[in-house]
């Protein structure tokens, strides 16, 4: 058994879980929050079969699509007299989605 911890964008997420679920797949559904832009994404969880696994990937990729955004970048103005920081705008690719394929040991209801 395998478990797939997907990182995707928020506006993705119920589109895509719909989706998994519609296919047979069991999902975890967690609100998560991206370290560099500091907003909102979703983490999935999906235990999945071995066999299972390109049908899921595919799913997700068929979903998930990559995009530009703008987000701002903060710098020193050391020397200049009021404002000690500037902000500029900088763009970054999001979307698409971001997998780790974990192998699972056990997998228990209790
Ligand atoms: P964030 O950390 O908010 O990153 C959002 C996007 O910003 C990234 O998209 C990437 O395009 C860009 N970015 C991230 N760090 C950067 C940096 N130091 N310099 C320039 N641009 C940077 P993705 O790579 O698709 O990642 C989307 C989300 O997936 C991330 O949101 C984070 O929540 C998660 N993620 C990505 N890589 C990860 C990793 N190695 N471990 C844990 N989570 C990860």
Do not use: W
Not at 86 to 101: D, R, Y
């Amino acid at each position: 058994m395998k478990l797939i911890i997907a990182i995707v964008q928020d506006e993705d997420s119920s589109r895509l879980v719909s989706k998994l679920m519609q296919h047979g797949f069991g999902v975890t559904k967690l609100a998560t929050t991206g370290g560099f832009l500091k907003a909102g994404n979703t983490t999935l969880l999906l235990g999945l079969d071995e066999s299972k696994m390109q049908e899921a990937i595919s799913i997700i990729e068929s979903i998930c699509s990559s995009r530009k955004q703008l987000t701002t970048a903060t710098t020193s103005l050391s020397g200049m007299s009021g404002a000690d920081y500037s902000t500029f705008p900088v763009e970054v690719t999001v979307g698409g989605a971001t997998l780790f394929v974990l192998s699972v040991d056990q997998f228990l209801k209790i």
